[in-house]
């Protein structure tokens, strides 16, 4: 599982350094793709097999939604791999599309890595101060509780 928040910086050339606790999660195989709070997500290969078996299950056919949300997801994927160094290149599409410049935020979110712009997650951060309450009793509508 993916969990923790680390600071990281952009180099010149557009690589990122992944966490080496992330690393170990990551592998060697993995998809970066557009996230849908204007962050990006890499998964690893087997979490992003496993979406893609979901993804086949939709009926793209007659699902309009279901046809932007691919095109949203798989139209910017790119297969990702790690330096030497333990770096990951950025492609510039992506880059743009997260307003990532040089100081970002990266967060596990158990499958998942979200890469934020540092700004854009501090603020973030700020206007979603949860209410614990309501946080749990929307978690025991959904059948969850800790």
Request: charged letters at 30%.
């Amino acid at each position: 599982m993916l969990a923790g928040e680390y600071s990281h910086n952009i180099d010149p050339k557009g690589r990122l350094t992944i966490p080496s606790k992330f690393r170990k999660v990551l592998g060697t195989e993995f998809m970066v793709t557009k996230g849908l709070d204007k962050c990006l997500s890499i998964y690893p290969e087997s979490e992003w097999k496993r979406m893609e078996e979901k993804l086949r299950e939709m009926s793209l056919t007659t699902n309009q939604v279901a046809r932007k949300f691919i095109r949203f997801m798989l139209g910017s994927a790119v297969e990702g791999g790690l330096d030497k160094q333990g770096r990951i290149l950025l492609p510039q599409p992506l880059k743009a599309y997260a307003g990532l410049d040089k100081e970002v935020v990266l967060v596990g979110v158990m499958d998942r890595i979200e890469v934020w712009d540092k700004d854009k997650w501090e603020q973030n951060q700020a206007h979603d101060e949860p209410n614990i309450e309501l946080l749990a009793s929307e978690m025991e509508e959904m059948g969850l509780s800790i």
